[in-house]
């Protein structure tokens, strides 16, 4: 059974930063597109970046980039999250997921093993 746990989240000041980590167990994270999404208040869930299994190309949502970086330790079997300037908008509940089915990296039904999820939230 396959089982994936965020954490890392918390209450952070405008300007500051945080690191998310993401393991799993009965999955290896080098195996799968990795990636990072989340959801705010009344929001959608949208993709915040993404992390290819090969050759580890890099993905990020426009709103993010520059700021965010995503990484992996395959040895410890961990995606990474590392979230600098944080901003307010920054505010969501974080999850990572493994892309199981083609397509674009922002597609969030092409993914499973989701977690429960780590709460980040920026003050002003």
């Known amino acids: 059974q396959v089982q994936v746990v965020e954490s890392g989240g918390g209450l952070v000041q405008a300007g500051g930063s945080l690191r998310l980590s993401c393991t799993a167990n009965?999955?290896?994270?080098?195996?799968?597109?990795m990636a990072w999404f989340r959801q705010g208040p009344g929001k959608n869930r949208e993709a915040v970046s993404a992390?290819?299994?090969?050759?580890?190309?890099?993905q990020y949502a426009d709103s993010v980039l520059g700021r965010f970086y995503i990484s992996r330790d395959d040895a410890k079997n961990t995606l990474y999250l590392q979230m600098n300037s944080l901003k307010p908008e920054d505010t969501a509940m974080y999850y990572c997921a493994a892309q199981v089915v083609a397509g674009n990296w922002y597609e969030a039904d092409k993914y499973a093993y989701w977690g429960q999820g780590t709460q980040v939230t920026v003050s002003s």
């Open positions: 992390l290819s299994q090969v050759g580890q190309i890099t």
């Open positions: 009965g999955l290896t994270l080098q195996r799968y597109r």
